[in-house]
């Protein structure tokens, strides 16, 4: 029982600092992303500011629940039918939906790069409406 029981402290404290690190970090690029104007008339710091808020949600909600069942045993899939049913959305779609914010940054910077003056003109931040 004491491997048992050293491995689950090991996650606990790993979990509480990688939760830490992970709201720093997230918290550090919104903050830069959202508040510098400089970065707001790009179009990819949108897609990095919606998957740094991305990130942020996963972390709390999946973290959370990580380190409340592994090591306080408060297992809330089991506690109720609708986090089992759930369970699966909320491990996986944020995760794919930072992804595609990821690739969505890195589609966006092709026509930023071209020698061709249209295409370049084509990756703009507009308003609705204009």
Do not use: H
């Not at 830490?20 to 990819?44: E, M």
Request: net charge positive.
């Amino acid at each position: 029982m004491m491997i048992v029981d050293d491995a689950q402290q090991l996650a606990f404290y790993l979990g509480i600092c990688l939760f830490i690190a992970c709201l720093i970090g997230n918290g550090i690029n919104i903050l830069v992303f959202s508040k510098a104007r400089t970065y707001r008339t790009n179009p990819c710091t949108f897609y990095f500011l919606m998957g740094s808020i991305d990130n942020m949600f996963y972390v709390l909600l999946n973290l959370t629940i990580r380190i409340l069942s592994d090591t306080y045993k408060i297992d809330i899939y089991r506690a109720s039918d609708v986090w089992c049913k759930i369970r699966q959305f909320f491990l996986f779609v944020p995760a794919l939906i930072s992804v595609t914010f990821s690739c969505s940054a890195i589609i966006d910077q092709f026509p930023i790069t071209s020698r061709n003056v249209q295409l370049r003109n084509s990756s703009e931040t507009k308003c609705l409406g204009e």
